[in-house]
């Protein structure tokens, strides 16, 4: 009997065993699926406090050496300034109310004739006045005149040269994107300047990209953060994802360059800038393709950009290159 109990119950265990083992199965994915939203949250934060932290300093520093005020110019004048010939008087009368003597016109020119004292004297006759010696002509206006002096050779102004040198005609990385890159420059690396240019015009333009530089061993695309004015996020986010598997198809490595915060945005349009980034970080993450963090570096440094607020300066150009050059270092990019 039991033999029987138990040959009854194995089949019982095996299965609640069975649904144990699933149970866990289900538990061990959702809290992998909590760890890596979580850290991408993390990291969303931890870029947003490094930007504090900068802003804070910045601003510290300011406070601590504020800039000295600008000094009014004099005028320049070989006419000694005279003193104005009368002064305000402010006098109380008994009744408490103050009287002020209003000053008389001002007249800058002196129209009275200084040879008016010689009018009214006994002036001699010329004919009897004794003739006054001839004047010599002193040594120094005797000596011939020098001619002018020549003004100056203008001086020769050499251009800015490029942060790097022109890169060689085998370079092993090749930077795509918009009207930000235009004035970045890598070493031994092409720039592919495409003004205008949307996640879909740089998807087609890869395969020209990869025929044209075939020695190139990576391909740096940064994201125009002007897309989300269309106000399609999911859209936005299947070009970008169509973009980063078109490049792997290739066998080059991709290298995603992150969206940059301008400084005109809109809470609305920072909003959504924000997100995008916080998507490509994970997705990237998940893909294992470098991603090149510029929310950090951009985020209120309006020192950055040009007149316009959207695109950036030298200084501006001169920060992105470098964050894509510690990019290609970090990935053992062939220099």
Not at 222 to 239: A, F, G, M, P, T
Not at 256 to 283: E, T
Not at 318 to 330: F, G, I, R, T, Y
Request: proline share 10%.
């Amino acid at each position: 009997m039991d033999t029987l109990d138990c040959s009854c119950r194995g089949p019982l265990l095996l299965h609640e065993a069975n649904m144990v083992i699933d149970s866990l199965k289900r538990d061990i994915r959702r809290l992998t699926n909590d760890l890596v939203r979580k850290d991408t949250l993390i990291s969303a934060y931890g870029s947003t406090l490094r930007a504090q932290a900068q802003s804070r300093i910045d601003m510290s520093f300011q406070t601590k050496f504020p800039e000295e005020p600008a000094t009014t110019s004099q005028p320049a004048c070989s006419t000694p300034q005279q003193n104005q010939p009368w002064t305000e008087v402010v006098a109380r009368s008994q009744r408490g109310v103050l009287k002020r003597f209003s000053p008389p016109p001002f007249n800058p020119f002196n129209l009275s004739n200084r040879y008016s004292v010689l009018a009214d004297s006994n002036v001699a006759d010329p004919a009897h006045t004794i003739p006054l010696p001839p004047q010599h002509r002193s040594a120094e206006q005797s000596r011939p005149t020098a001619p002018p002096p020549k003004p100056p050779a203008p001086r020769r102004v050499a251009r800015e040269r490029p942060r790097h040198p022109p890169s060689s005609t085998r370079p092993v990385a090749v930077l795509v994107g918009s009207s930000m890159v235009r004035h970045v420059t890598l070493p031994r690396s092409e720039t592919w300047c495409l003004p205008g240019a949307g996640v879909e015009d740089v998807q087609t333009r890869v395969p020209e990209v990869v025929e044209q530089h075939p020695t190139a061993s990576a391909i740096v695309v940064h994201v125009r953060s002007n897309d989300i004015r269309l106000q399609q996020s999911e859209k936005l986010k299947s070009d970008f994802t169509s973009l980063i598997q078109t490049i792997l198809a290739t066998g080059k490595k991709c290298i995603v360059s992150g969206p940059i915060p301008s400084a005109c945005f809109s809470d609305m349009q920072f909003s959504r800038i924000r997100q995008l980034h916080a998507w490509l970080v994970g997705y990237c993450s998940r893909e294992r393709v470098p991603f090149v963090d510029n929310f950090g570096s951009f985020w209120r440094r309006r020192s950055l950009f040009a007149r316009d607020g959207r695109h950036l300066n030298r200084a501006g150009a001169s920060l992105l290159a470098s964050n894509l050059e510690l990019a290609l270092e970090a990935h053992h990019t062939p220099r």
